[in-house]
């Protein structure tokens, strides 16, 4: 019987996952309560948006929503660039640069008054956030995960539930059971952030804060050598 040997990056862990869902279920509700009713850590609204107010002879408002679109996508492109550039860096994880980079944008953020005319601002932030950390933490225990919205990890719940009853598979029922936790923890989020954007407004996005404060923190934690009968 051989022994190998898994090393698994705190970078995907479950744990990780849980705070960095329910940052961005926290950031869907700030944007929706406070900064128009958008969603801006998901940018197919957007795009239907774009569309309807094209087709609406509407271009100056089409306009709008190509801002946070065009803040995510080149947040995406910013984070792969930084991935290349320190992925071979051992003093620090590079992703751990990404969440502090967040963590910045988040404050200035917070200093973003509520109004109409300026809403589109932090939007556009918190749409380039959502694209840093999307692009940075694709993946939980090995499988593809996404910490910013639900759609694709009610999916792969359902496709676990499925594989696990037609096959009564062990692996399959803990796979699922981390995604309903990242589901739960992105609705826990959303509690979060409904409560304290009523409570202080543009500032209550600071308390978003500590999810990712700690995921920054497990970050540190070395990588764990699991052994495993082949």
Request: charged share 15%.
């Amino acid at each position: 019987m051989k022994l190998s040997i898994k090393e698994e990056q705190m970078s995907q862990s479950a744990l990780l996952g849980l705070f960095l869902a329910s940052s961005g279920g926290f950031l869907d509700a700030y944007t929706y309560l406070l900064r128009g009713g958008k969603f801006a850590t998901m940018q197919t609204g957007n795009m239907i948006m774009f569309a309807y107010k094209i087709f609406a002879s509407e271009p100056i408002a089409a306009c709008y929503y190509l801002i946070p679109i065009a803040s995510f996508f080149i947040a995406i492109v910013i984070a792969v660039l930084l991935e290349k550039a320190l992925k071979t860096v051992t003093k620090f994880h590079w992703r751990q640069l990404i969440v502090l980079l967040e963590m910045l944008i988040i404050i200035g953020t917070a200093f973003v008054p509520v109004k109409d005319n300026l809403n589109w601002l932090a939007n556009m932030l918190v749409s380039f956030v959502a694209g840093l950390q999307l692009e940075s933490f694709k993946k939980v225990k090995g499988i593809a995960f996404a910490s910013t919205m639900c759609t694709g990890n009610l999916k792969s719940l359902a496709e676990r539930v499925a594989s696990f009853f037609t096959g009564f598979s062990k692996e399959k029922l803990l796979e699922a059971l981390v995604f309903l936790g990242v589901i739960l923890a992105f609705i826990g989020g959303v509690f979060v952030g409904y409560y304290s954007s009523s409570a202080y407004a543009n500032l209550g996005i600071l308390f978003c804060l500590p999810f990712l404060f700690v995921s920054d923190l497990l970050m540190y934690i070395k990588p764990v050598e699991e052994k495993k009968a082949a």
